[in-house]
């Protein structure tokens, strides 16, 4: 892994990962679209009628969602 100066580290039980400092004022702008494409999905896995059916049209609705 590289690292420069001023880039930060994040890392946890999963691994680590690199942002470079160049990029860093662009995380809170893709953490709310992050928020926006997964809103759908989040909202038909906890609504009270679920079904793979629903969760499945919510994906497939937003095909950028990954």
């Known amino acids: 892994m590289v ?3 001023n ?3 994040h890392a946890d039980v999963h691994g680590a ?5 160049d990029v860093i004022k662009d995380i809170p702008e893709a953490v709310a679209e992050m928020g926006r494409r997964e809103a ?3 909202a038909a896995a906890r609504s ?3 079904s ?3 969760l499945k049209a919510v994906i497939t609705g937003d095909g950028d969602i990954h």
């Open 52 to 54: 793979i059916e629903k």
């Open 17 to 21: 990962v690199v942002i470079p400092a």
């Open 3 to 5: 690292v420069k100066h």
């Open 48 to 50: 009270a009628d679920f």
């Open 7 to 9: 880039d930060v580290i």
């Open 40 to 42: 759908g999905i989040l």
